[in-house]
Each structure stands twice: as C-alpha cells, then as structure tokens.
T-cell receptor
Framework: NAGVTQTPKFQVLKTGQSMTLQCAQD?????MSWYRQDPGMGLRLIHY???????DQGEVPNGYNVSRSTTEDFPLRLLSAAPSQTSVYFC??????????????FGPGTRLTVL | LAKTTQPISMDSYEGQEVNITCSHN???????ITWYQQFPSQGPRFIIQ???TKVTNEVASLFIPADRKSSTLSLPRVSLSDTAVYYCLVGDIRNAGNMLTFGGGTRLMVKP
C-alpha cells in the first residue's frame, strides 16, 4: 500500500491565484481530513469527511473548499490564495471501525508559499 | 473539545527515560487520549492511545490516572532519533464527526 499520498510537494502561488492540493489514500478509509501547520505551530483542522459525498468544516475552513466524490480522493481547493495561507498542508485518513483503537495516517505534506 | 496543556520543550540525554505529561482537566467520559510524534518536514505519526490505567506498546507507555485529568507518555531509553515534537490529543474517537485537534506539542531534544 502507498498509504496517503499528496501532490504537489511544493507550490508557489501569487496572491489571488487558485489551485487544488491533491490527496489520495489506498487503505479504504472512510475518514479523511486536511490540516495546515504554520511554522513552529501545531496542526489546525481545515475540513474533514466521513465518507464519499459528506464533508464538514474544521477549525479554520475559510478560504478553502473540499469535495469527496470517491473514498480514495479528497482534494483541497484554495479559491483565491492569500499570503496568510502560506503553510504546510497535511492530509490524513483513518478508518471508522468500531472499537477502541483508531489512528490517523498522515501524508508527507505540501509546502505552499503565497507571494 | 477538551483542551490539552503540555510543556513547550524538554531536553534529555541518550539512554534516559523521558516522561511527557499532558493536562486535560475537561476530559469527557467518552474521550480517549492519543499521542502523536512528528519529525521535521514530516506528517505526524501515531504512537499510542488509551482510555485509562496503563497502555504499553513496542514504542512507548501511556499512564492515565483514575481521574483521567492528565496523562504521561513514557519513552524508555531515548536515542537521538527520538528528537521530535510530541502531541497529546483528547477526543471521542468513536464519534465519526469528532474533530481531534492538535495543540502546540512538546519539542523533545535528545542530546548525546
């Protein structure tokens, strides 16, 4: 299994541009999420999904859109990039099975710079 | 969501046991405690998870007192490669809509 993959690894945008960060997982996990991590800070949840066709907002959703048309893919769209969105973006997935044990699997991250 | 408080940073030396304590005074009945490790330029990695008493795996131990208002991650005999940021998360993992949030974490520096 490849686990959670993210593309691109690095991206530079100009203010006002739009783009889509890609995330895919091959573990058949129902739950997927997007986080951003600013330098020296913890991760903040942007959006999450508990299954295909279902998405919801996290702590910092403004300026981002998501969709979940398949179990495997969960793209994150920046509508009009701003310098405040300069950050490292992590995608994660986890199963929603019953039981006590549950861990999130994180992708390698996308480092985004907005000029 | 239960708020967590951890030390910002800790130093240790190779071969020592490291204990990182997390305070979560407002933990709810259905909340579990989960710890993640993050190396520079990588995504977080799950370490251990528990509800009460003690949990041990091949990497670490997690100690949770009876009142569950705090927890301690114990790393036995650390090495240089254990230098990382450690995050304590508290939340209802059985609730599909639950948002597990990361705080600032504890930056552990292991010295030779």
């Amino acid at each position: 299994n490849a686990g959670v993959t993210q593309t691109p690894k690095f991206q530079v945008l100009k203010t006002g541009q739009s783009m889509t960060l890609q995330c895919a997982q091959d573990m058949n996990h129902e739950y997927m999420s997007w986080y951003r991590q600013d330098p020296g800070m913890g991760l903040r949840l942007i959006h999450y999904s508990v299954g295909a066709g279902i998405t919801d907002q996290g702590e910092v959703p403004n300026g981002y859109n998501v969709s979940r048309s398949t179990t495997e893919d969960f793209p994150l769209r920046l509508l009009s990039a701003a310098p405040s969105q300069t950050s490292v973006y992590f995608c994660a997935s986890r199963p929603l099975r019953a039981g006590d044990y549950n861990e999130q699997f994180f992708g390698p991250g996308t480092r985004l710079t907005v000029l | 969501l239960a708020k967590t408080t951890q030390p910002i940073s800790m130093d240790s030396y190779e071969g020592q046991e490291v204990n990182i304590t997390c305070s979560h005074n407002n933990i709810a009945t259905n909340d579990y405690i989960t710890w993640y490790q993050q190396f520079p330029s990588q995504g977080p990695r799950f370490i251990i998870q528990g509800y009460k008493t003690k949990v041990t795996n091949e990497v670490a131990s997690l100690f949770i007192p009876a009142d569950r208002k705090s927890s301690t991650l114990s790393l036995p005999r650390v090495s240089l490669s254990d230098t990382a940021v450690y995050y304590c998360l508290v939340g209802d993992i059985r609730n599909a809509g639950n948002m597990l949030t990361f705080g600032g974490g504890t930056r552990l520096m292991v010295k030779p």
